[in-house]
């Protein structure tokens, strides 16, 4: 059975701390990894990644894989109050645009 | 305008109705799908469907159905609804590796 793995489940920090989130799946047919930062609203979309060893950055975010261990982070440095949200990483698996998604990890940034 | 959208945004229906909840999109994506979100387990698929007319179950279907006669539009009904069914329902349309996703439909079955 495909499964994504978050953690930590939540995770309470101040502003300009710098976080790390992971992600650890078991999937069949791997083609790649995606991450989401949900607020009060629908998920968007941040990263995707297909390959070990490449890191993706966009600002204070940044992902990178490792297909060999079967895991992703997410860091996030100089954390804002507005980077407070459920970070959600999804594993696209076997055929058909399908995603398994982790349970989310809940990010609370205090001012 | 452009994107995708959800009606109703909330719903609250009884144990045994039928409810539809309709999902919209504008980008002509191939894929749809529908979600569904639960504290504890994340977003869990319901149903997908890679073309008009072409539908496919997803981790969790029973329950539900169903149907694209356009490449637009993907209703997901519930045809009696249950207690467990409460939930947030969300629809996403995309085309390789990136969905996006809709505002979201509350729905509540009492």
């Known amino acids: 059975e495909d499964k994504v793995v978050q953690s930590p489940l939540s995770l309470v920090v101040h502003e300009g701390d710098t976080v790390t989130l992971n992600c650890s799946y078991e999937?069949?047919?791997?083609?790649?990894l995606l991450w989401y930062k949900q607020e009060k609203k629908a998920p968007t979309f941040l990263f995707m990644l297909?390959?070990?060893?490449i890191e993706k950055k966009s600002g204070r975010l940044s992902s990178i894989l490792d297909k060999k261990e079967l895991f992703s982070i997410l860091n996030i440095t100089a954390t804002q109050t507005g980077d407070s949200a459920v970070y959600l990483c999804?594993?696209?698996?076997?055929?058909?645009?399908?995603?398994?998604f982790g349970a989310g990890t809940i990010l609370r940034v205090k001012s | 305008d452009a994107g995708i959208t959800q009606s109703p945004r909330y719903k609250i229906t009884e144990t045994g109705r039928q409810v539809t909840l309709m999902c919209h999109q504008t980008?002509?994506?191939?894929?749809m799908f529908w979600y569904r979100q639960d504290l504890g387990h994340g977003l869990r698929l319901i149903y997908y469907?890679?073309?008009?007319?072409?539908?496919d179950k997803g981790e969790v279907p029973d329950g539900y159905v169903v149907s694209r006669s356009k490449t637009e539009n993907f209703p997901l009904t519930l045809e009696s609804a249950t207690r467990s069914q409460t939930s947030v329902y969300f629809c996403?349309?995309?085309?390789?590796?990136?969905?996006?996703f809709g505002p979201g439909t509350r729905l509540t079955v009492l």
């Open positions: 996403a349309s995309g085309d390789y590796n990136e969905q996006f």
């Open positions: 999937v069949t047919n791997f083609r790649s």
């Open positions: 297909t390959s070990s060893g």
């Open positions: 999804a594993v696209e698996a076997r055929y058909g645009n399908k995603l398994v």
């Open positions: 980008w002509s994506h191939s894929y």
């Open positions: 469907s890679a073309a008009a007319d072409i539908t």
